[in-house]
């Protein structure tokens, strides 16, 4: 599974819910649905990533970057 932040284009935030079912249908476990910003982030199949971006009123999908420190305890690298 991909963590994933899909953007809803502006013309579609008026229907946000539909599109938000619309994904859900295209494989993506929803997360947070962020109204205001017209994001909606959660995790899908990396098959599946095609199929989101293909959602009516998706503008873009995104996979998330995640960022991890080494423990205290490591030597420096």
């Known amino acids: 599974m991909t963590q994933v932040s899909v953007t809803v284009g502006d ?13 859900r249908a295209s494989g993506l476990q929803v ?5 205001t910003l017209g994001i909606v982030t959660g995790s899908a199949p990396d098959d ?6 293909g959602v009516e009123g998706v503008a873009s999908v995104d ?8 423990p205290p305890d490591a ?3």
């Open 31 to 35: 997360d947070q649905v962020l109204g």
């Open 63 to 70: 996979a998330q970057l995640t960022h991890r420190l080494p």
């Open 11 to 23: 013309d579609h935030r008026d229907s946000l819910d539909g599109v938000v079912e619309n994904l």
């Open 75 to 77: 030597p420096v690298q």
């Open 48 to 53: 599946a990533l095609d199929a989101l971006r």
